[in-house]
């Protein structure tokens, strides 16, 4: 009799904890914060010239090694010259690396403030890749690799 | 005898230049915004693309909008993780979508003249690697040397190969979704 009850209770006890602890799991991946892009570690610095080169040489193999399907793509330390200083529609600055002979160069949108460099300077940004270098034949012209969430590293 | 052919000289270039300018009549711009708006009673959701490129052509009236689609930036991380992933856009397969279209009544814009004029827009919309027609209508705003586009549309999603049967998303998603298309460009 005694162990019928302490096995009830166990069971109880065991499915409640279940509950709460689904429930928690639930709200915690509905509620999951953005990576913060900054503090996560870099998974590959480059160049703006070596990037762009890699992407209009095979765009698939690039984007098999830098994408990532749930859109967490890799993070990036990408030094360039600055080529063109902007603003978005959001209001974010957006600062395009470039080397001097090449056709695409790295838009980087940077997050919250940002001590915008001199045009011609050669800076570091850090950032998630969202989408590469290519060839548009509808536009007829090059777009630049995307990085997005992106400061400067010193 | 020198001077003349000098003055000659700088008229006659300016004249090839702006002419040049003229024939291609094409601007570019990386100041757009797309969004992408679901509702459904359980709830809104709201995506946000700030990295689109844009190509317009006030002549031809033809405009490209090449759209980087993991830039899409939503509230919760949650739902920008399931909208790239390969059972929605699977924007790592594609990672980019394109609005090719061209504006039917081009003649009736006068890109020097300030003023809001109403675009007929038809052409084709590749998302997920499947293209279907669009025929909607936008504004083109002309204010000095900015010239801006917007344009508001629904897209099937199942057009697109995008269809989810079971679970959350199928309740949460609307089955039609709202897109806002915005770019400005500056006019030599």
Avoid: W
């Avoid at chain 1, 409640?16 to 429930?23: D, E, F, K, S």
């Avoid at chain 1, 690039?62 to 859109?71: I, M, Q, R, T």
């Avoid at chain 1, 790295?106 to 011609?120: A, D, I, K, W």
């Amino acid at each position: 009799m005694k162990r019928k009850k302490l096995i009830s209770a166990g069971i109880i006890v065991v499915v409640v904890a279940g509950i709460i602890i689904t429930g928690a799991i639930g709200f915690y991946m509905f509620n999951m914060p953005h990576r913060n892009v900054q503090s996560a570690k870099t998974d590959y610095q480059l160049t703006a010239t070596a990037l762009v080169a890699e992407y209009l040489e095979n765009a698939g193999a690039a984007n098999e090694k830098y994408l990532a399907s749930d859109g967490d793509s890799k993070i990036m330390e990408v030094t360039g010259t600055v080529n063109k200083i902007s603003e978005n529609y959001a209001g974010k600055k957006v600062i395009i690396l470039k080397g001097e002979n090449d056709k695409a160069g790295v838009s980087c949108t940077f997050n919250g403030e940002v001590n915008v460099p001199s045009l011609g300077t050669t800076v570091t940004a850090k950032g998630e890749i969202n989408a590469g270098a290519s060839y548009d034949t509808d536009m007829e012209l090059y777009q630049d690799v995307v990085l997005n969430n992106c400061t400067l590293v010193n | 005898m020198k001077r003349i052919s000098l003055i000659l000289s700088i008229i006659l270039l300016s004249v090839a230049t702006t002419t040049f300018a003229q024939a291609t009549g094409k601007l570019k711009t990386t100041k757009t915004h797309i969004k992408f708006f679901s509702t459904t009673p359980a709830e809104n959701i709201e995506a946000n693309n700030y990295a689109s490129v844009s190509v317009l052509n006030t002549e031809t009236g033809e405009g490209v909008f090449s759209v980087p689609m993991q830039s899409f930036e939503f509230e919760k991380a949650l739902m920008q993780k399931h909208f790239n992933s390969d059972k929605f856009l699977d924007t790592k397969a594609f990672p980019k979508a394109k609005l090719k279209g061209k504006i039917t009544n081009i003649s009736e814009i006068d890109f020097s003249k300030d003023g809001v004029y109403t675009a007929k827009v038809s052409g084709d919309l590749t998302i997920k690697g499947k293209t279907n027609p669009i025929n909607e209508t936008g504004t083109v705003t002309v204010k000095g040397n900015t010239v801006t586009v917007t344009s508001k549309f629904n897209i099937a999603l199942a057009d697109y190969g995008i269809t989810f049967v079971k679970g959350k998303p199928s309740s949460n998603i609307a089955k039609t979704v709202e897109v806002t298309v915005h770019s400005e460009y500056q006019q030599e």
